[in-house]
């Protein structure tokens, strides 16, 4: 084969570029003339144009006290995708990040990172899901302290479209790698008498290849893989390809996943045409993934295969492709009912919605602290013992599901049989057992993750078995949910949550203010009769909290979040409290503007409230830079305890004042700010 024959490894930049360049969106810099209107948070360090080079870099010898430079974009308005092409390089060691600002939002979405230094330019394409919302690109770029270490970008295109999409004819090939290979790999080819003979639409131009010319060994596999997608997308893949000696090559279309799970999505007929055949197959990818295409030749006869006009669309191309499924029909919190679930006809019902108010006793639900929650119990029944079975909805097959609830025992002393969770088909044929509680329960509500796949339709089914009255005592579960993926991957916090499993996301202790601070622990607190058994998220994680014996009566304990750019739509505060103890303090959350001006109150809770941790929802305006912050006041005794955990900002206004309480304790001390 002839043409042009250049292999794919890393970047190419000296490929000659053929045909019309795809129209360049605002945002588009290259940085010749300037910086196209991006500028240097004040905040952080200085980016500097390059005279030389035509970049922008940050070095580490010129950011003196800051560790980061931070690039802004105008502010854009594309309402349709998009996608965000960076030429860029890491030199010595270092990390570049690109974040999504919302126009109105208190925070920034991050959608790529990058860490691995080269000695080359390296590109990263990044997709912009179409949004009516204006935004700004933020580049982060943190080089690591010492000589030698710096972060350049030398080009940023945006173009419409999706970041899979490449017809190869600019020098970038749109972010496609190849898996280096030493025998097979995929090249550009094409000229101007393009070989294999033309491509779909006309005589000019450049695709992809890989020939088997050079193979020397059975199965040697090339594989070239799309930039890895990074918002969830759905809808129709479309391709040309044009392969020689079909019988000595294999050629197959993959997905790959974060976690290098392959799934074969297309593979040529038996009988292929010959010359350039266009494919359309339909692609689900609500998690970062991507596509892979790869061609394994058994000799060095085995022919060719080439590759172009790679295209995606939003709608599926084929009329019989099952709609994107919805798994959030299985979720419930059993606050309005047993949702979509049902038990087993039996002479009587062995699941029961209960409810707890708040005290210092009985585990209230896992979802409020005071809402519902659903148990199975001998004293629902007629009969000395029980077999319920809780029956979940429907699911469609060959999709991965990623199921998480919780569950929390008290009372039995044998848990052999207390709680399983079967997967059943449509006939409610059991088909896998794929979770079983192992353990004794600490009373606490505890986190179960499991993720599995059927090719049939499925339904989760929850057992529990008493075989007697004296050994049983009551299996409770809440919060069934239910979303597409791996567990694995869907687990993780976006920016305004905080569950504390990794640290302290940000939070500083007030050294000016307070004689204390908040801790980060796991499991129950040293003092008997106060402080949570476990955290809220899991039952086994970490929370904050603040050590009543390492305090005198009246010391306070500020943790404040970092600084929030302010938004001129209203916020949601959302975030759980734990306050057990008879010599319970206060609990508050305030506003601190970044003007100075005095802490506002905006939430107070006084004295004990539940053994059970309680959901807080705060609604607050501020569109100036500001703090909340989490002031924690110690009772007159040591039984003091509190604790705070999993905080969540989001749009306002909360959810309907009638579902939760504002504040609790004595309401004459609302509007006192304790000193």
């Known amino acids: 084969m002839s043409g042009a024959r250049l292999a794919l490894h890393g970047l190419l930049l000296l490929c000659p570029v053929l045909g019309v360049q795809h129209q360049l969106l605002p945002g588009t810099c290259?940085?010749?003339?300037?910086?196209?209107?991006?500028?240097?948070?004040?905040?952080?360090?200085?980016?500097?144009?390059?005279?030389?080079?035509?970049?922008?870099?940050?070095?580490?010898?010129?950011?003196?006290?800051?560790?980061?430079?931070?690039?802004?974009?105008?502010?854009?308005?594309?309402?349709?995708?998009?996608?965000?092409r960076l030429v860029y390089q890491i030199t010595g060691g270092g990390s570049l990040k690109l974040h999504l600002r919302p126009d109105g939002d208190n925070f920034d979405y991050p959608l790529w990172t990058a860490s691995r230094a080269s000695d080359s330019w390296l590109i990263a394409s990044v997709d912009l899901a179409n949004t009516t919302t204006p935004y700004q690109i933020l580049l982060e770029g943190r080089p690591e302290r010492g000589s030698g270490n710096s972060v350049a970008i030398f080009e940023i295109h945006i173009v419409p479209g999706y970041c899979m999409e490449c017809n190869f004819e600019e020098h970038h090939l749109c972010g496609y790698s190849n898996?280096?290979?030493?025998?097979?790999?995929?090249?550009?080819?094409?000229?101007?008498?393009?070989?294999?003979?033309?491509?779909?639409?006309?005589?000019r131009g450049y695709y992809m290849y890989v020939d088997s010319v050079y193979a020397k060994h059975f199965q040697e596999v090339a594989k070239l893989a799309s930039p890895m997608t990074t918002v969830p997308i759905a809808g129709c893949l479309s391709f040309y390809y044009n392969r020689d000696q079909e019988r000595g090559n294999i050629f197959s279309v993959f997905t790959r996943d974060q976690l290098g799970h392959y799934e074969e999505i297309w593979r040529p007929g038996v009988y292929a045409t010959s010359g350039w055949t266009q494919v359309s197959v339909d692609i689900k990818a609500p998690h970062p993934l991507e596509v892979v295409f790869e061609v394994a030749f058994n000799g060095a006869r085995g022919g060719y295969v080439a590759i172009d006009d790679i295209a995606f669309s939003p709608e599926f191309c084929h009329t019989d492709t099952e709609p994107t499924v919805d798994p959030s029909i299985a979720n419930c919190d059993f606050e309005n009912g047993l949702c979509l679930y049902h038990q087993e006809w039996t002479e009587s019902k062995v699941w029961s919605i209960m409810s707890v108010k708040p005290n210092a006793y009985r585990t209230g639900d896992h979802t409020?602290?005071?809402?519902?929650?659903?148990?199975?119990?001998?004293?629902?029944?007629?009969?000395?013992?029980?077999?319920?079975?809780?029956?979940?909805?429907?699911?469609?097959?060959?999709?991965?599901?990623?199921?998480?609830?919780?569950?929390?025992?008290?009372?039995?002393?044998?848990?052999?049989?207390?709680?399983?969770l079967y997967i059943y088909d449509e006939n409610n044929v059991a088909q896998e057992k794929v979770w079983s509680l192992t353990d004794t329960s600490r009373a606490v509500w505890t986190e179960v993750e499991i993720t599995y796949m059927k090719p049939m339709f499925t339904k989760v089914v929850f057992v529990s078995i008493c075989k007697n009255f004296w050994e049983c005592g009551l299996a409770a579960i809440d919060d069934i949910t239910v979303s597409l993926g791996d567990c694995q991957m869907t687990a993780g916090s976006l920016p305004g949550q905080c569950d504390f499993e990794?640290?302290?996301?940000?939070?500083?202790?007030?050294?000016?203010?307070?004689?204390?601070?908040?801790?980060?622990?796991?499991?129950?607190?040293?003092?008997?009769?106060?402080?949570?058994r476990g955290d809220h998220t899991t039952g086994v994680g970490y929370f904050m909290y603040?050590?009543?014996?390492?305090?005198?009566?009246?010391?306070?304990?500020?943790?404040?979040?970092?600084?929030?750019?302010?938004?001129?739509?209203?916020?949601?505060?959302?975030?759980?409290?734990?306050?057990?103890?008879?010599?319970?303090?206060?609990?508050?959350?305030?506003?601190?503007?970044?003007?100075?001006?005095?802490?506002?109150?905006?939430?107070?809770?006084?004295?004990?409230q539940s053994v059970s941790w309680m959901r807080a929802m705060v609604d607050y305006h501020c569109d100036v830079r500001h703090q909340i912050v989490f002031e924690a006041i110690r009772g007159p005794t040591l039984r003091s305890d509190i604790a705070i955990d999993d905080i969540h900002f989001k749009r306002g206004p909360c959810e309907d004042p009638g579902d939760v309480i504002p504040y609790s304790g004595f309401s004459e001390y609302f509007n006192e700010i304790e000193k």
């Open 30 to 84: 290259n940085f010749e003339l300037g910086t196209c209107g991006y500028t240097s948070d004040p905040e952080y360090g200085s980016w500097s144009i390059n005279e030389e080079g035509h970049l922008i870099t940050v070095d580490s010898a010129f950011l003196k006290n800051q560790d980061q430079a931070v690039l802004v974009s105008p502010v854009l308005e594309q309402e349709d995708w998009s996608c965000v």
């Open 502 to 532: 990794g640290g302290v996301c940000g939070y500083i202790q007030d050294k000016r203010e307070d004689k204390a601070d908040w801790l980060r622990v796991r499991g129950h607190t040293p003092t008997s009769f106060t402080g949570p």
């Open 546 to 608: 603040i050590e009543a014996s390492l305090m005198r009566p009246g010391d306070k304990a500020r943790l404040l979040t970092s600084d929030l750019r302010g938004s001129s739509s209203p916020q949601c505060l959302v975030f759980y409290h734990h306050m057990y103890g008879s010599g319970t303090g206060i609990l508050s959350v305030l506003l601190r503007r970044a003007d100075g001006q005095r802490d506002t109150l905006l939430w107070r809770s006084r004295g004990e």
């Open 368 to 420: 409020t602290g005071t809402g519902g929650f659903l148990v199975a119990n001998t004293r629902f029944t007629l009969q000395p013992g029980y077999v319920g079975r809780l029956h979940g909805p429907l699911l469609p097959g060959n999709h991965k599901y990623c199921l998480r609830f919780y569950y929390l025992l008290h009372g039995f002393r044998k848990v052999d049989n207390a709680l399983f």
């Open 179 to 203: 898996s280096w290979n030493p025998n097979v790999n995929w090249y550009v080819g094409g000229s101007v008498a393009r070989e294999p003979q033309s491509n779909n639409n006309n005589q």
